[in-house]
């Protein structure tokens, strides 16, 4: 019987906390609603919890231009008049789909250090599977924004897993096409991608069969143009055979999966049919090839049931079932009237892609992929440098300032301080014996203060008001997170859960 796969999840707690603004489809608030669903229905205690370090400069910047990155650090609502040029040549300010708001950098920067920390921990085989629910801003480009995306933590990912993959996949379930990951590789043979999207008069127009790479990269870009009302037989039926197909003859190192909900039933922009299970059916089937996967978010517009979607998807990766009725979180009141898990499709919304549709675009990819000449092979070279390790305390504030590609600080986080252990940001933590300690066989086994219902911010809605009513607000939460950590815990009360920095 094949091991269990190992699977690290990196959440940071204030990405969360961003406002795109008012009626913008965008609500990373939904983040904190999925991962109080992990929380609540136990799923944090059977993987390995990481805080990861905020993304700096001089790792964006291994895709994205200097410049591009340069207005993303020093743009904010209140001097917008001093960037009207480069807001009209970035794609970004009012009268675009990409909005500049208070934290725009540092929202950047959490999401994608969490994707680099993920690549990373495959890279050096500390985890088979790792996932980051804020990552998969897949419509991003080398220097615009685009389709709320501003930073391309799946390009920057890839590029790091790279490093050590000769071949790596990316497949994209969201209902839009992943244009900016396509363009990125589209005209070179060590990145396949394979997306599954909307087709025809829809964001952002591309995606067709015929596009499917240029120069070396020609016949690796795997397009599946869709239409309305996609439902879970008709999708399976088309996504199994053609990643088979793939597996078979491109034979990757890493594959990276992102998981757009906004494929799901029910979603605000989405216009697709698809439940939980169909959605997770995808992920269930990636999972099959036991190839190290970096596993990622993307777009979903109705949050109640983007968390819903992570959530499950999370218990398929860890292949643990879960109920369908939802346990008590503090965001509970938003899967009201049923408080129940899983979605009903649409009986109303029409399939109207038609069998004999379906079969052309399947019998097309495959005919596209018989047309390769096996895996592409690549010249053997020594592994070049990881940007994620250091052994000097810092932030990233002040390598960003040095832009020092190539040299980012990692802050940790937990009990014990870097002055305390300098070497932990090099080792792995994880708890190879039950006895609460490292490989090494020094340290102790350090809980992650920000991811377990501690009085941190991300876990408590506190009111705006003054410091004796937010203090009692603690309290009263304080009260409630007892009572609720109580009734969760199991015999020995402990949880496997740890601060570290992300590169261990």
């Known amino acids: 019987m094949p091991s269990k796969q190992r699977v690290s999840y990196f959440y940071q707690p204030d990405v969360g906390h961003f406002y795109y603004g008012p009626s913008h489809p965008m609500k990373p608030h939904r983040l904190k609603l999925t991962h109080h669903l992990i929380l609540s229905y136990n799923l944090y205690r059977h993987m390995e919890c990481y805080r990861p370090h905020p993304a700096s400069v001089g790792e964006m910047t291994s895709f994205h231009t200097d410049e591009y990155v340069q207005f993303l650090h020093k743009i904010h609502p209140d001097n917008l008049r001093h960037y009207q040029a480069g807001m009209a040549k970035f794609n970004v300010g009012e009268y675009t789909d990409c909005p500049v708001f208070?934290?725009?950098?540092?929202?950047?920067?959490?999401?994608?250090?969490?994707?680099?920390?993920?690549?990373?921990?495959?890279?050096?085989?500390?985890?088979?599977?790792?996932?980051?629910?804020?990552?998969?801003?897949?419509?991003?480009?080398?220097?615009e924004a685009s389709g709320f995306c501003y930073i391309n933590d799946i390009v920057l990912a890839i590029l790091e897993l790279l490093r050590v993959h000769a071949r790596v996949l990316y497949i994209d379930i969201d209902v839009h096409h992943g244009d900016g990951v396509e363009e990125a590789f589209y005209c070179t043979d060590r990145v396949m991608t394979f997306s599954l999207h909307k087709y025809g008069d829809f964001f952002p127009g591309t995606g067709h069969s015929r596009d499917v790479g240029a120069r070396e990269g020609s016949g690796f870009s795997v397009n599946a143009p869709l239409t309305t009302g996609m439902t879970d037989e008709s999708y399976?039926?088309?996504?199994?055979?053609?990643?088979?197909?793939?597996?078979?003859?491109?034979?990757?190192?890493?594959?990276?999966?992102?998981?757009?909900?906004?494929?799901?039933?029910?979603?605000?922009?989405?216009?697709?049919?698809l439940s939980l299970k169909g959605h997770a059916a995808c992920v269930k089937t990636v999972k099959s090839y036991r190839v190290p996967t970096l596993v990622l978010g993307g777009g979903g517009y109705t949050i109640r049931n983007v968390a819903r979607c992570w959530a499950y998807e999370t218990s398929i990766l860890l292949d643990r079932e879960i109920e369908n009725q939802i346990p008590y979180n503090d965001y509970y009141e938003y899967y009201a009237p049923d408080y129940e898990l899983h979605l009903q499709p649409e009986i109303a919304r029409e399939n109207l892609n038609t069998e004999g549709s379906l079969t052309a675009v399947r019998d097309d990819l495959l005919r596209q992929l018989?047309?390769?000449?096996?895996?592409?092979?690549?010249?053997?070279?020594?592994?070049?440098?990881?940007?994620?390790?250091?052994k000097h305390s810092g932030s990233s504030s002040n390598s960003d300032r040095n832009l020092i590609e190539g040299d980012n600080t990692h802050g940790s986080t937990g009990n014990a301080s870097q002055d305390e252990h300098p070497d932990d940001m090099e080792i792995d933590i994880r708890d190879t014996s039950a006895n609460g300690k490292t490989k090494r066989g020094d340290g102790e086994r350090r809980q992650h203060d920000g991811e377990l219902y501690d009085d941190d911010d991300d876990n408590t809605d506190l009111p705006r008001a003054g410091?004796?009513?937010?203090?009692?607000?603690?309290?009263?939460?304080?009260?409630?997170?007892?009572?609720?950590?109580?009734?969760?815990?199991?015999?020995?009360?402990?949880?496997?859960?740890?601060?570290s920095g992300s590169n261990t």
């Open 467 to 499: 410091k004796k009513d937010k203090e009692k607000a603690i309290e009263k939460n304080k009260e409630k997170v007892k009572e609720r950590r109580y009734l969760m815990s199991d015999d020995t009360g402990e949880s496997n859960t740890k601060a």
């Open 236 to 273: 399976i039926a088309l996504f199994t055979p053609v990643l088979e197909k793939i597996m078979g003859v491109y034979q990757p190192g890493a594959i990276v999966l992102q998981c757009g909900a906004d494929s799901l039933a029910g979603d605000r922009l989405g216009c697709f049919n």
């Open 370 to 390: 018989n047309d390769l000449k096996g895996a592409p092979s690549v010249q053997m070279m020594e592994v070049p440098p990881s940007f994620v390790i250091s």
């Open 102 to 143: 208070d934290g725009l950098y540092e929202f950047t920067s959490l999401y994608t250090g969490a994707s680099l920390d993920g690549a990373v921990q495959l890279n050096n085989g500390d985890t088979d599977i790792a996932v980051n629910w804020s990552g998969g801003l897949h419509h991003a480009k080398k220097s």
